[in-house]
């Protein structure tokens, strides 16, 4: 099987499925000439030519827009947001607009939707452009929130994505394009949306995570191997509608948990599966449900000392997992 | 012109390039890192402008902001030091390149959301206007952002409430990696003013003096009750969007055309052209910027990284 990395995976799964699907084309700043800011869609304005790969003018909330209106019309667009820093301009349209279409419609209209965005720090990008916003769009109804962090996943997933008659907030961990490797089958498949993974069986806490932190969480999990810790780390990989049944079967066999994010702790996505654990699993915990975030300070900062103090890594979920697993 | 202007300009300009050079040298070295945006090519257009504001008028411009602050009056080893991520940076190393700022010296910052700082100076034009100030809120923007929703509604809101501000566009000929006209329905940005029925004009930003010329005259206009303007400069950046841009948008050919023009060139003629200034002057004001630039990256380099509780600072201030 041939090894790739993360953004190779992805730049695949769309040249697989424009090739698949004529209805499908790509608009975003920069996806044509320049074949993507972080080259996602490299090679592929002159493999498919200007009608399917459409440099967009910079007008995020209008890249959202027409993405909808020509959703609606019948064709499958995938949108490229730079960065996801600059997905806040398109709020409206992604929240009232995308969210909503086939609620109030009964149905009738579909929003078969993919809006890419690069997330999440540790590139030195600064305050604008190292955020994660998965929490604000697992908050809506009528979207649905994908997370990837392997590039076997990050290709099967991407081809659900674009093949679902539903509107989906596709978040890419770009610290990982290049520095995430893994094997990637050649010929056609999918990765359904919906179930969470089981990265690394354990018994003695569940370790859940998503992007970037998953990786992170796997090399805690390993470290923690060798002091008799027997972790296991579940991948979430679709964050909304989110796995309830594979966090829940984890939590009953381990009984310990602790998710991890990199966005800032407070209604982080991390509280959400907090509740379920103690709504749904409460007897069966012997400790108390754990999260480990990026602090709540409002942006990622610049300076490497202070971007570090900021991201979590291996070393403090080893820390966080050892403490949860010794109470 | 009189003739320290003329050298304070012709410094200015020097130094921003200069600074840049540095900048993208210790970029290369693995010392800056995240995101690097050079104006090297663009100098003129900072220079001319902000040389004709008055200390009340505040500047604002977006993240390619090195020689707007320069301009502004912002200490280049300070500038450096940010790029850096070091204590002493303008920002103390929490903003880096993109985020410079410093109101004492009225320059309210470059921001890295592209277009969203325009309602912002509309917003700093109607603390003027309130208060019966004679300032004049600068805000420097490119030919992309042109093209967001932020851009259209500022310009009409300044207009139907009759601000004073200025709105710059400096038209570099790309956005990022799109060219003008194929991202914008007009190729001359001056003409989306047309639309709010504001007062418009174009000049070449490769020139110092037209630059200045125009400027002078628009912001005495706006200080005098015209109501908004939009000035259109025409320019060109040498360098790639970013550090790193593999500029598979534009030909050789098409750069070295506009280095044939290049602005410190042009500026540099002009003052010897002009009895402003001989050769000797010029070279002790390059050596000068040599010297000031050695002892920036001296300190830049120097410097200590912020402390770890720096993190947690300035979320909110006392209630
Ligand atoms: C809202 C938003 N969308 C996209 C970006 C990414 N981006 C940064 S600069 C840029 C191009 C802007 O071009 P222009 O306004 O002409 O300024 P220039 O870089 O030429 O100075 C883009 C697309 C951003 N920072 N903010
Ligand atoms: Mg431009």
Redesign the interface.
Known sequence: MPEMTLIEAIRQAQDEELARDPNVFITG??VG???G?FRATMGLYDKYGPNRLI????????IVGVGIGAALYGMRPILEIQFA??I??ALNQIISEAAKMCYRSNGEWTVPLVIRAPYGGG???????SQSVEALFAHVPGLKVVIPSTPYDAKGLLKAAVRDPNPIIFLEPKKGYRLIKGEVPEGEYVVPIGPARISRPGRDLSLFAYGMMHHYALQAAQKLESEGIDVEVVDLRTLYPVDKETILNSVRKTSRALIVHEDNLTGGYGAEIAAIIADEAFTDLDAPVRRLAG????AV??????QD??MVNPEKIAAAARKLAQW | MDKQTGLKLYHEMVLIRRTEEKAAELYQQGKI???LHLYIGQEAVSTGLISARLPQDRVITAYRDHGVAINCGLPAKEILAEML???TGVSR????S??LADVSKNFWGGH?????HLPLAAGLALGDLYQKQDGVTICMFGD??T????FHEALNLSKVWNLPVLWVCENNQY????AVD???AVSQIRQKAEGYGMTNSRVDGMNLVAVREAAQKILSEIRNGSGPQLLEITTYRYRGHSMGDPE??RKPEEIHLWQEQDPIGIFRRHLLDNGLAVEAELNAEDDAVEEEIREAVIFAESSP??Q?E???RD?YVEA
Do not use: C, Q
């Open positions: 700043e920069d000439v320049r074949g800011v440099d967009s003018p910079l007008a995020e909330d209008s820093d600059f806040h301009p590139i030195g990008g600064g305050l604008y452009h602090p709540d300070v409002p900062p610049f300076s490497h000392p202070m103090w900021f | 890192g995240g995101f991520g070091k204590v190393g929490k903003g880096g993109m985020h890295a959301i592209v277009g969203a992309g952002a093209n967001i929703g932020y956005g990022m990696g799109t194929r991202a914008s598979r948008y990284e912020p770890a720096e993190l947690f979320i």
